[in-house]
């Protein structure tokens, strides 16, 4: 079994180097007054903690209790009556929290706006789904790839990840090829725990290429028998075409004179 090492401070270490461009943050500009945003946020008032401008768009900085609350009042008095993403960030190494955010859009103003809100690890946040039924998917998704809990849910069940799958894998500490639990789950569901010694863990890197292995499709030209021992190489095959099913684009044919 591999052996796991910790990814707890993984948040701590440093995302680039000297060696590579950063990108400068979003410039934030005031809410003109007079605006369609400006009007926005006095319907809000004192539920708006913070507000600026971000590439055109609205962002309001909330607390996690009114979120139910605010986008009610932007819904119903401001218009904006699609919910168009829904999601969170993980901020739990650096602090402490996680930042939840809700995406709206005012089709008849063609304006957007984002609500952002931040919780604790085992806080729950309020469902809007009594507002907006695509949220309902959203919000399992959230709960699924975060472990987020989110209260008055009608439904709140894993929606991509099976449900006895452990951990959530977009956190920040989950491992990029999976732990332990996803390198046996398929082998220990189907086979059984008995079978670990004899299959091996399930092989989670799409790049990872063993020449040496057999149980590959077949290469064309190269091909082997099931399970035979090709560490001394492989004797190139001639290849037969068929005249029905496989064409030889490499030299001349009646059937691909035809085509051309």
Known sequence: MRKYTPKDNVQAKAYYTDRFWV???VPREEVEEGTHFAEVVAAL???AKEAHIEIGQLVIHINAGENFQVIKMLKEQCGYAQCSEQSAV??????GEFELFYQLLNVHEAKRVRVVCRIKKD???ESIVPLFKSANFAEREM???FGIRVNNHPFLKRIIMPDDWEGHPLLKTYPLQGDEFASWYEVDKIFGKEYRDIIGPENRDPARIDRYDT???SRIGYEV????DISGGETEQPIEYSETFMVNYNKSSKQLDERK
């Open 225 to 228: 028998p099931f399970g035979a």
């Open 45 to 47: 008032g004192s539920l």
């Open 123 to 125: 806080e729950a946040i």
């Open 215 to 217: 149980k590959r499709f």
């Open 23 to 25: 990108a400068p943050r």
């Open 90 to 95: 993980d901020y739990l190494a650096k602090e």
């Open 143 to 145: 709960f699924d790839m």
